[in-house]
């Protein structure tokens, strides 16, 4: 069927598109540097970070299949589309059983008072995402308000989370390496926790109602 003239729409849905492919490009990077980071130091911090890396990037996936289909269809998705509650369930899930692996190996950490060593690696990548991540985050929310599109808007509410999560690694990573405090490693762990049980929290919602995702982030709203 031929298709007709392009529209302003179907120019925000190219450039939405586009970063959703350089995100996940990034957050792939993101997710291998991390686990390696995690790997040789043992650090629990890196470790949920990475996975929870893992799971922003079938996010970003999923998302990034949505956008083609109504690029493909031209027809525009709602708030309660099917594709975009079922996208949310699963992450929901995900986000919960990180959750409650951060919990238990936080609390084996503090039992046995064991810390990790400092990586380089660990360090940079913890840095990069704290300045790439909100970038990202700021232009899917962008185009998320001008297509009017509620899973691209919660996937730029992702990445916001994602980028305290950064911070939050590397203000744990760099006290750690100053001054070799063992519990940094546990604190900084459940730092992170407290922004995934929010975004578990906020997909599940999203899965049940249909509404769009936006969290509590009014700040992030504000022209």
């Known amino acids: ?9 179907d120019r925000l849905l190219k450039g939405a598109m586009e970063i959703e492919l350089i995100s996940v490009g990034w957050i792939m990077t993101e997710a291998i540097l991390a686990a390696i980071a995690a790997y040789r130091a043992g650090s629990l911090s890196l470790s949920a970070f990475s996975v929870d890396s893992s799971i922003e990037l079938l996010s970003g996936m999923m998302l990034v299949v949505r956008l083609y289909v109504e690029i493909q269809s031209g027809e525009e998705m709602a708030a ?3 594709v975009e509650r079922w996208t949310s369930g699963v992450i929901s899930l995900c986000l ?6 951060i919990s238990y190996r936080s609390g084996q950490l503090l039992h046995v008072r064991e810390g990790s060593a400092m990586t380089l690696l660990g360090l940079v990548t913890a840095a990069a995402s704290s ?4 970038w990202l985050a700021w232009q899917k929310l962008r185009y998320g308000r001008l ?6 808007i919660g996937d730029a ?3 916001f989370t994602c980028a305290s999560m950064s911070w939050t690694l590397l203000l744990g990573l760099g006290l750690n390496s100053l001054f070799h405090w063992w519990w940094v490693d546990v ?4 730092g992170i926790l407290y922004f995934i049980l929010q975004e578990a929290w906020e997909s599940w919602h999203s899965f049940q109602s249909g509404e769009p995702h936006v969290h509590d982030h009014n700040h992030f709203h504000r022209h």
């Open 187 to 190: 604190v900084a762990a459940v």
């Open 96 to 101: 919960f059983t990180l959750a409650a692996y």
């Open 80 to 82: 309660g589309h099917k």
């Open 157 to 159: 509410m992702c990445g």
């Open 1 to 9: 069927m031929a298709r007709g003239p392009v529209t302003h729409r």
């Open 131 to 134: 300045v790439v991540t909100p």
């Open 147 to 152: 297509l009017h599109s509620p899973s691209l």
